[in-house]
């Protein structure tokens, strides 16, 4: 009798879960993005959220919860119900390096559940105007005979910024001064007002800022040049060899999502991925779409744990205080 119910109750959930993801979606869908509107993040999450509307036949919103490098905006995600209408949208710094420098209260892998990688690019290393300097070679001699160090805008400690300007001091052995800012979209208003002297930070971020001369581009942490800024210099040829980072990002979903409605997100965000529109947009901003065999939720599980192993020592060492 116990197991006849057993049986019954067990068929009544995955029932229950099969009919949630035959209905989903039924209602908007919201993508948590973790850091301040107009910045790198919540400018591709717009465009892609945009074109997973047609997919998913149902409107998906952007929410901006900032603060910490983005580990609020993944808490507040993850924490939500696991039904697929909730979404952390994140990359790099919120999804690996956060792990290193944060006690976070949640775990970056058991407790969510990978739904896709989206695009990547460089970091470039960028200047206000006003720094005399011409090449990577004269900004790096510029630091050093500085007396106190220079102010690096980040979008707070554990962020892509952040990371790659502990990176950068690693390098060169120049110490920097963050200045944490809840996204790289505010940062870089004070870096073209000059209030801040350098930043380290996501190509697609400074693209057209550099283009405008606006802010000055020294060099991309790539082996190739972007086609996107072919007179960039890389790091190798600008001086900095080796000094190579790439910023990916992704989308995931509170652990215990089922499934199959897994499967529907990360369909929308391929053919996102895959639309005309959608990937002049990004290729504009030197994103590159990832390969179509890197476009599995497992790909991206498999890709975030590589990464923690890859970044986490050097975070680590680096003994980043949070307040
Ligand atoms: C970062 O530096 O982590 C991101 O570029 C921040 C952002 O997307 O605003």
């Known amino acids: 009798m116990r197991r006849t119910i057993l049986a019954a109750l067990t068929a009544m959930l995955a029932f229950g879960g099969i009919a949630h993801a035959q ?49 609020i905006g993944v808490g507040r995600a993850l924490r939500s119900s696991p039904d697929g ?12 390096a956060n792990g290193a420098v944060y006690k976070l209260g949640y775990d970056l892998v058991t407790d969510l559940e990978p739904v896709v990688l989206l695009p990547s690019n460089p ?13 990577l070679k004269e900004l790096i001699a510029w630091l050093k005979e500085r007396g106190a160090p220079a102010a690096t805008g980040t979008a707070g400690a554990g962020s892509g910024s952040h990371i790659a300007g502990l990176y950068f001091e690693n390098a060169t052995g120049i110490k920097l001064q963050y200045v944490p800012y809840r996204g790289t979209g505010p940062a870089m208003n004070d870096l073209v007002a000059g209030q801040i002297d350098v ?22 942490t790539d082996t ?7 007179d960039i210099p890389t790091t190798d040829e600008a001086g900095l060899p080796g000094f190579h980072m790439t910023l990916w990002s992704g989308l995931w979903v509170p652990k215990g999502t089922p499934k199959d409605i897994v499967a529907k997100l990360n369909t929308a965000a391929v053919d996102a991925l895959n639309d005309a529109a959608v990937r002049t947009q990004l290729e504009k901003l030197g994103l590159a779409k990832p390969p179509k065999d890197r476009l599995s939720p497992q790909a991206l599980g498999d890709w975030q744990k590589a990464e923690i192993a890859k970044w986490w020592p050097m975070i680590k060492a680096a003994n980043v205080k949070v307040d």
């Open 23 to 71: 209905n989903f979606p039924s209602r908007p869908i919201t993508i948590v993005v973790p850091f301040a509107a107009g910045g790198p993040s919540d400018v591709m999450a717009r465009i892609l959220a945009e074109r997973m509307k047609t997919t998913l036949g149902e409107t998906v919103l952007i929410e901006n919860v900032t603060g910490a490098g983005g580990s």
């Open 85 to 96: 209408y909730t979404i952390s949208f994140g990359h790099l710094g919120t999804h690996v």
């Open 123 to 135: 970091m470039i290393v960028v200047s206000k105007n006003a720094i005399p300097a011409k090449s």
């Open 199 to 220: 930043m380290f930070d996501q190509l697609s971020n400074s693209i057209n800022q550099v283009r405008a001369g606006k802010i000055r581009g020294y060099a991309v």
């Open 224 to 230: 190739k040049r972007a086609d996107s800024a072919p």
